[in-house]
C-alpha cells in the first residue's frame, strides 16, 4: 500500500510537471500565432471607439500597448504580468480578462458540467444495452442513431433543436440565456436553467456517440472473455454477469474517456453557446478572434488549455493508479 | 446474378461512393458566380421542382450554392489529409528510427496540439493568417494530424517490438531496410484508412469555423455562411434554409465515413471472407 501511494505523488508530480511545460508552450504558441497576424489590433481598437484618433494620440496608445517593442520582449512582458494573475483588459468587454473569464467561466461550466453529465450517464448506458445485444437489432439501430449523430455538425444539431422546440413547438425562447430586457443580476435561477437545456442538450448530443460505441466494443470484449463463459457454465443469470463483470469492467475506460474528451467539450461548447448566444467563454472566444481583442483571446486560449489538460491529468491519473493491471505492469 | 464475396461488395461500393463524391466536387467546380446570381423576384420560396432546396432571402438558389459550399469544404478536406498524411509518415519514421528521447519530445509535440480545443487553435492560426480561406485551410490542416500521429506512433512501437523486426535487426539490416520491408507495409493500410476517417472531422470543422465567421467571406459559397445565413430567417419558418443545406451536409459525411469503413475492409485481409 505504501508502494501505491508513493507511486500516486511521483505520477502526479511527473504530470504536474508535464503539464507546466505544455502551458508553457501554449502561452508561446498563442502569442506566436497572434503576433504574426496582419490584423493591426490598434486599428481595430481604434475603429471600436468610434471617434476621430489624431496620429499623435495613436502613437500614443502604441507606445502604452508596447506596439514597438521587439516581439521577444513583449512576450517576456506578457508572460511576467499572466504569471501575475494580470490577464490585461479585454478591448470589446472594457473590463479586464480575468473578470470576464471568471464570470463566464461559471455559465460555460454549468453548460459543460450537463452536457458532460447526460452525454456520460446515457452513453454509457446505451453503450452497455449496444454491447449486450451486439449485432442484434437494438445493437444496430442505436449504432446507426451513433453514425448520424457523429456525422452532424454541432451548429446544425443546434438549429434544428431551435427550429423544432423554439420555432415550432415555442417551448423555448430562440437565444439569449436571459430574457429581454431584464438586468443579468435579476435573472431567476429558474429562468437560467430554462435557457440552459437547449444548449446543454445540444452539447449532449455531440458527444455521447463516443462513449457510447467505446462502451459498445469494451463490453463486447468482456463478455466474450473466459470469466464470462465460466460463469456463465456456473450458471450465472445473464444480469448478474452483466453486473459483476460487465459494467466493472467497462466503467472504468469509459470514465477515463468521458475526461479526455474535455478538449471536444469545449470546441463544442464554442458552437453551442453561438447558436444560443449563451454568455459563456465559448462566445467570448470567437467574438475576441473576430473583432481582434488579443488579450481576451490569449487569456481565453490559456485558460482552455488548462481546462483540457486538467482533463487529461485526471484521466491519466484515474488509469494508472484505479486500474490494477496497469499498476502490476508499472511495477 | 450470383452473390458476391463480402470484399468484392466493398470494392463495388467503393467505386460508387467515389464516383458520388467526384460528381459533387466537380459539380460545385462547374457551377459559376452567375449561375448562382438570383433575383430578388424568386426570392424566399420553398423547395419546389425548379429550386430543390427553395431558394435564399437574395433569390439564389440554394442548391447550387450547397453544392458549391461543399466542393470548398471537400478542397479543405483533401489539404488537410494531405498534410495529415506527410506529418504521419513524418512520426513514424521518427519513432521507428529515433532514440527514446526522439519519440518522447513527439509525444510531447502531440499532447501540445491536443492540449488545446481544436477549434480555439484554428481560431488561432486562421487569426494569424488574417482569416478568409487560407486561415481555415491552413488552421484546420495543421490541427488535424494529431490523432493519426498518435495511432501511427503506438503502431510503430508494437511493430519495433515484433520478433520480426528483432530477427532483422541480429541479421544486419539496416534501419530503413526494416522501416520499408517491415514497416510500412503494415503502416500505408493504417495511414490511407486513417487519412479518409479524418477528411469528416475536417470537413465539419470547416462548416464550424465559416459558420462563426472566422472562415470565407459572407459573399463567398460556403456551407457554414448559408447555415448561418439561415439562423437570421429562423424565426420567420423558412426552415428549408436551415435543413436542406445541412442535411446534404452530412450526408456527405457519411458518405465520406462510409467509404473509410469500406477501405479498412478491403485492406484488411480477415475480413476478405464472410
Known sequence: MKMTGRKLIDIFIRNSIKMLSLLLAVSFLSFLLVSLSPIDPVGQYILGLQTAVSPEQRAEIEEYWGVNEPPVERYFHWLTEVLQGELGESVIYRRPVAEIIGERFINSLALMLCAWLISGIFGFILGIVMGRYYDRWPDKILKKICYILSSMPTFWIGLLLLLIFGVWLKWFPIGFSSPIGVLSRDVSLGEKIYHLILPAFTLSLMSFSGIALHTREKLWDVMNSDYVLFARTRGEDEWTILKRHGIRNVILPALTLQFSSFAELFGGSVIAENVFSYPGLGSAVSAAGLQSDLSLLLGITLFSALFVCTGNMIANLLYRIVDPGIREVKE | ?274
Open chain 2, 1 to 274: 446474378m450470383r452473390r458476391q464475396n463480402y470484399r468484392t461488395r466493398a470494392v463495388i461500393l467503393s467505386v460508387l461512393l467515389l464516383v458520388i463524391l467526384m460528381a459533387i466536387y466537380l459539380s460545385g467546380i462547374f457551377i459559376t458566380e452567375d449561375m448562382i446570381l438570383g433575383s430578388f423576384l424568386e426570392a424566399k420560396l420553398p423547395p419546389d421542382f425548379q429550386h430543390f432546396f427553395g431558394t435564399d432571402a437574395l433569390g439564389r438558389d440554394l442548391f447550387l450554392r450547397t453544392l458549391k459550399g461543399l466542393s470548398v469544404s471537400i478542397t479543405i478536406g483533401l489539404a488537410a489529409s494531405f498534410i495529415s498524411g506527410i506529418i504521419a509518415v513524418l512520426v513514424g519514421i521518427g519513432v521507428a528510427c529515433g532514440s527514446k528521447k526522439t519519440e518522447e519530445a513527439i509525444t510531447w509535440v502531440i499532447d501540445l496540439f491536443m492540449g488545446i480545443p481544436h477549434i480555439v487553435l484554428i481560431m488561432l492560426i486562421s487569426f494569424a493568417l488574417g482569416r478568409g480561406f487560407w486561415g481555415v485551410l491552413i488552421g484546420i490542416s495543421f490541427t488535424h494530424w494529431c490523432g493519426l500521429a498518435r495511432v501511427i506512433r503506438a503502431e510503430v512501437l508494437q511493430l519495433k517490438s515484433e520478433p520480426y523486426v528483432a530477427i532483422s535487426k541480429k541479421l544486419g539490416k539496416s534501419g530503413s531496410w526494416i522501416m520499408v520491408h517491415h514497416m510500412l507495409p503494415h503502416l500505408t493500410g493504417q495511414i490511407l484508412v486513417g487519412l479518409i476517417l479524418m477528411f469528416p472531422h475536417a470537413v465539419l470543422h470547416e462548416a464550424s469555423l465559416s459558420f462563426l465567421g472566422f472562415g470565407l467571406s459572407p459573399e463567398q459559397p460556403a456551407i457554414g455562411i448559408i447555415l448561418a445565413e439561415s439562423m437570421r430567417y429562423l424565426s420567420t419558418g423558412m426552415w428549408w434554409m436551415a435543413v436542406l443545406p445541412g442535411l446534404l451536409l452530412v450526408i456527405l459525411v457519411l458518405l465520406i465515413d462510409k467509404l473509410g469503413h469500406l477501405l479498412r475492409i478491403i485492406w484488411d485481409p480477415y475480413s476478405s471472407q464472410g
